[in-house]
């Protein structure tokens, strides 16, 4: 199965902000989607997922295997950790996003899938550690049953360690035969575990490269923006 944005764009009342974008993925695959701060890429989490703030003007085609894609296909792991609900315990969130979906929750499956024990259900947002919380968005996510997964900035704030096990965690659903877009600033990490980057700039797509491309100094990238945002992350003592 596939899932395709075609020509994707995002005005608001105060003018456009995406133009253009088209992207692929298939199930079993991640692909990453990167680009400076303000480049578009939450704007294309909101879109795959119905959303878009509501003063927000969309065109362009989302599809799987050439259907419209309905509501509910996509799910966002979002990136603002206080989307979570302050008051409401874990498990009542996980329950809620399942209900939303149409469906009936399981809270310790959807737990389980993102490492957590059953316990955590019980839990208060303000109990959680950083990477607890990126698990739960996450679990919010799979509650919902979506083959197709989004999570923007899984890794913002996390320690490298704990940053490495949500990666891994996000080539696992890929692994189950969820398709899944990781949007990240970390490039060395979405590199480890995409198969494709698609890069944005100022709301364009710049390029979309494999992952193989983020090596050395990049030279396989075909866009001098992608070279620079890439070496820009390098390590200092990356050969020259
Ligand atoms: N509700 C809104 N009304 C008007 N403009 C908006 C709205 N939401 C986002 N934008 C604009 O759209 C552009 C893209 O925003 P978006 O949040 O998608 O960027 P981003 O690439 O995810 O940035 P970051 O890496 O900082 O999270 C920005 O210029 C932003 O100011």
């Not at 996003?97 to 737990?111: E, I, K, T």
């Not at 316990?119 to 679990?139: D, F, I």
């Not at 944005?200 to 797509?205: I, S, V, Y």
Request: proline share 6%; charged share 20%; net charge negative.
């Amino acid at each position: 199965m596939t899932l395709k944005v075609e020509d994707l764009s995002v005005s608001f009342p105060t003018g456009p902000v995406l133009a253009g974008i088209s992207l692929a993925l298939e199930r079993g695959e991640i692909v990453g989607l990167t680009g400076t701060s303000g480049a578009g890429k939450s704007l294309v989490a909101e879109a795959l997922a119905g959303a878009l703030p509501g003063d927000a003007t969309r065109t362009g085609r989302i599809t799987v295997d050439g259907a419209l894609a309905p509501p509910h296909m996509v799910a966002l792991a979002p990136q603002r950790l206080d989307a979570l609900d302050p008051l409401a315990p874990v498990g009542r969130q996980i329950d809620r996003f399942a209900r939303l979906a149409g469906r009936s929750a399981d809270v310790p499956g959807a737990l389980a899938s993102v490492g957590l024990p059953a316990t955590t259900a019980r839990l208060y947002p303000h109990e959680l550690s950083g990477g607890m919380a990126r698990r739960v968005l996450l679990a919010t996510a799979l509650a919902t049953g979506a083959d197709w997964i989004v999570a923007d900035e899984p890794t913002v704030g996390l320690d490298e360690a704990a940053a490495g096990r949500i990666l891994s965690l996000l080539a696992d659903l890929a692994a189950s035969g969820r398709g899944v877009i990781v949007i990240s600033h970390d490039l060395i990490g979405l590199a480890r575990i995409a198969s494709r980057v698609v890069i944005l700039r100022q709301g364009r797509h710049v390029e979309t490269a494999p992952a193989h491309a983020f090596d050395g100094l990049g030279s396989c990238l075909r866009e001098d923006f992608s070279r620079a945002l890439w070496q820009a992350q390098l390590a200092p003592d990356a050969p020259c």
